[in-house]
Every structure is written in C-alpha cells, then in structure tokens.
C-alpha cells in the first residue's frame, strides 16, 4: 500500500539536461518553472487509425479544461520514463499498456499561460496502443474522445488553442514520425 501523504517529486534538469535535483510537484509550476523531466504519451487504437485524446481536469495547475495527446506526467526521482508512463496509464486512465514505442526522444518545449504560469520541459514522447475504452480519474481527466489520426490536424489547425501547445507542437514532429 503507497503512503498516500508522501509528495510527489519531480526531476530537476540542468540546461543540458543532465538531473540536478528534485522539487515538489505541487511547487514546480509557476511564472519561472525550472526545467524538468516529463514524458508525454499517445495512444491508439489497434487499428493505429484513431488517436485518444483527453480533456485535462478542472483541476489541473496548467492548461485545465484543455485537450491534450492521451496523458502526461513526470517520472519520480530513480524511476526509468518508461515505468513512469506505464504507472501514470494506470493512475490516469485505468489501463495497462503493452509495448511502447519511444517516438521523440529528445522533445523539449516552453510554453507560458495567459496568467503567467509555464511549464518547461525535456518530455520524451511515447506512442501505444491500447484496444478498449479507458476509465479516468477525474481529478486528472475531465473527458476524452477517440479521434481519427487523418483528421487531427485539421481539428487543431481549426481552433488551436483548444489544444495544449506541446500536443501541438508534437503533433507533427509524430507524423513525420508515422509517415503522415
């Protein structure tokens, strides 16, 4: 059983991306968010034709009420990314993964808030499949929806900024990845 009061951490990085320490979560956030390790996912459909988008939380410190690739979230200090993102399919979204794909490896972006709140990160970029319909938490995930892969980009480019600024700064660099 987890101790449910322990804060979670996240990996500081150092400009060459190097770990130089760890700060709360609940505090990492803010006008001068420090660089740090975080990972992002996206998951398809068996058929690798639909991708599941999320709708972040309410609740969430940047970007609430925003669509985003299928989840995000930060490796703890000594956990490898590919165990993060396998732990945060379960807590996010109830389900378990197969096989992953690390897609970009060396995705780093910044992006700032209308209110001042950034977010500054090296995030690894994961693809998987996943065959059902998952079961969010709701403190993370306010709704989500299946989407075709062929008709995304015309949805973002349509109204961008319903979308989270690294989902759409991902967006393409996978496609290439994926042939289109």
Excluded at 12 to 26: H, I
Excluded at 109 to 115: F, G
Excluded at 152 to 157: D, I, K, N, T
């Amino acid at each position: 059983m987890s101790d449910v009061s322990q804060e979670e951490l996240v990996v500081l990085l150092d400009e060459s991306g190097q770990p130089c320490g760890t700060a709360p979560k609940a505090t990492v956030h803010h006008e001068s968010t420090p660089l740090h390790l975080a990972f992002s996912c996206w998951l398809f459909d068996t058929a690798g034709e639909q991708v599941l988008l999320t709708r972040r939380a309410a609740a969430k410190r940047t970007w609430p009420l925003v669509w985003t690739n299928s989840f995000c979230g930060h490796p703890a200090p000594d956990e490898a990314v590919d165990e993060a993102v396998r732990r945060r399919a379960g807590d996010e979204l109830g389900v378990r993964l197969g096989e992953l794909h690390l897609e970009l490896p060396d995705f780093r972006y910044t992006a700032r808030m209308a209110d001042g709140v950034s977010e500054n990160e090296v995030c690894p970029v994961y693809t998987a499949t996943l065959g059902n319909d998952p079961v969010p938490d709701p403190a993370e995930v306010d709704s989500f929806v299946w989407v075709p892969w062929s008709t995304l980009f015309a949805a973002v480019a349509d109204d961008p900024e319903r979308y989270s600024p690294w989902m759409r700064l991902q967006l393409p660099l996978l496609a290439a990845k994926r042939g289109g």
